[in-house]
Nanobody
């Protein structure tokens, strides 16, 4: 089993920045994907960003591309989400997730992610 713990959420004004962290513990898989998802009240869970632990390849949701950056420190088993130019519509609970395997690319759907953190709230005011 893998345990994931997010941190770094908070409240910020539009245009500001936040950096989220997700620390993994427990069993260490050889190849996997890490991702951030978010969910606002009354809305479906939305993929934000994902990264492969071996090749570092990244991908982003259309609504955050160019503003958010996902990165990782494999030695620390930690993945980060740098969020810049935040907008009120970025307000949501942000979740970290990990797959238990990796093939050619990281999946977009949350269905493929086996382990989840409890989430950290991000609130952006206008």
């Amino acid at each position: 089993q893998v345990q994931l713990e997010e941190s770094g959420g908070g409240s910020v004004q539009a245009g500001g920045s936040l950096r989220l962290s997700c620390a993994a513990s427990g069993y260490s898989y050889a190849s996997y994907c890490m991702a951030w998802f978010r969910q606002a009240p009354g809305k479906e869970r939305e993929p934000v960003a994902r990264i492969g632990n071996r090749d570092g390849a990244t991908d982003y949701g259309d609504s955050v591309r160019g503003r958010f950056t996902i990165s990782q420190d494999n030695a620390k088993r930690t993945v980060y989400l740098q969020m810049n130019k935040l907008k009120p519509e970025d307000t949501a609970m942000y979740f970290c997730a990990q797959t238990s395997h990796f093939t050619s690319s990281c999946p977009r759907s949350s269905l493929y992610f086996d382990f989840w953190g409890q989430g950290t709230q991000v609130t952006v005011s206008s």
